[in-house]
Structures are given as C-alpha cells and as structure tokens.
C-alpha cells in the first residue's frame, strides 16, 4: 500500500506545480487592454492581406526526404564506429549485411521518390516559356 501513497504523492505534486505556475503567472502578469494586443497577429503588428497563404507542397516532400536521409545518417555513423569489432565478433556478412540491406532500401525510396517527382521542383509559367525559346 505504502507504493500507491508514493505514486499518489507524485501525481499530486505533478499536477499542483504546472498549476501552481500557471496561476502564479496570472496572478503576477500585467494587464494592459489594447484592442491592438488582441489582434491575430501579437506585438501590436496590423496584418496585412490574407493569413491563409499557400505553400507549395514540393517544400514539405523535400523536408520529408530530408528527415528520412538525416535518420539515415544518424544509424549509418555508429555502425561505422563500430564496423571494425564487429567484424572481429560476428564476421564480416553478419557485420555488413543488415547496414548494405538498409541503405539498399533507402536507395529503392529514394529512386522511386526521384521516378514520381517528389523530389524535382514545379517550375513556372516564365522559366518554361524560357525553355521553350532556348530549345
């Protein structure tokens, strides 16, 4: 039973610190009414235009293959640390193979992003009017 007190203990001051700051904070903070303050945009700045802006999704598709390429990196720099004693340990195809499987598959995405064009940038009106005229 004494388990449960200590978990109970826990959980209370768990949720009596956020509380207790953000009630601290209230309190504490000051209160300056500005129709200004209260506008979408904070610091008093007046918007201009619309807020909705359309990005291009080519942006995020490379962001996605940006983060799948940096994990990549991340796995592939302590196998390479380590690459020379596992040798020693389990041999070389035991050692080699899992990493040479990994990056094979990281390859077939990669090709298969490339085929679809997820990684090649949607052009505009002018530069295929200019590559029309220099062809």
């Not at 209260?38 to 235009?49: D, F, K, L, M, Q």
């Not at 090709?111 to 002018?126: C, D, F, L, M, Y």
């Amino acid at each position: 039973m004494n388990d449960w007190i200590a978990i109970g203990a826990f959980a209370t001051i768990a949720l009596l610190i956020p509380v207790g700051m953000v009630a601290a904070s209230w309190l504490l903070r000051p209160t300056v009414p500005e129709r200004h303050k209260r506008a979408i945009y904070e610091s008093g700045e007046v918007p201009t235009g619309d807020t909705r802006v359309r990005f291009n999704i080519q942006y995020y598709m490379v962001a996605l293959l940006f983060v799948v390429f940096d994990i990549e990196t991340v796995l592939l720099f302590p196998w390479a640390l380590v690459y020379t004693d596992a040798i020693g340990e389990v041999g070389l195809f035991h050692a080699l193979a899992p990493m040479l499987l990994f990056v094979f598959i990281l390859m077939v995405g990669l090709a298969w992003a490339w085929r679809n064009g997820a990684v090649s940038w949607a052009r505009s009106p002018q530069a295929d009017r200019r590559r029309a005229t220099n062809q």
